[in-house]
């Protein structure tokens, strides 16, 4: 059963930055699409970024040139840094893999961005 984990969320003010976290129990990121999404209270969840197999990125328009997604070589963790926060990112990000045909979850973690 693989577990994902999510960290580094917080409150921030505009401006600022944060790095999250997606800690997988295996080595799981790399051999399919990996996602992060951000959930508003009310609204369904929203693709933020993804990162294929092949090393590429996909970022929603809003986030361009200010979010990253990575993952580091052994494939066990997922990052998103996330430059010059607007109080829009806020949100609770999730992260979400497809591992064996079975799609996996976060349990979510917390944006706040406000002066």
């Known amino acids: 059963q693989v577990q994902l984990v999510e960290s580094g969320g917080g409150l921030v003010q505009p401006g600022e930055s944060l790095r999250l976290s997606c800690a997988a129990s295996g080595s799981i990121f790399g051999d399919d699409a990996a996602t992060w999404y951000r959930q508003v209270a009310g609204e369904e969840r929203k693709l933020v970024a993804v990162?294929?197999?092949?090393?590429?990125?996909h970022y929603v328009e809003s986030v361009k040139g200010r979010f990253t997604v990575s993952r580091d070589p052994t494939k066990k963790t997922l990052y998103l840094q996330m430059n010059n926060l607007e109080p829009e990112d806020a949100g609770v990000y999730f992260c979400?893999?497809?591992?064996?045909?079975?799609?996996?979850w976060g349990q979510g973690i917390r944006v706040t961005v406000s002066s």
């Open positions: 990162m294929t197999p092949q090393d590429t990125t």
């Open positions: 979400h893999v497809m591992y064996k045909n079975t799609a996996y």
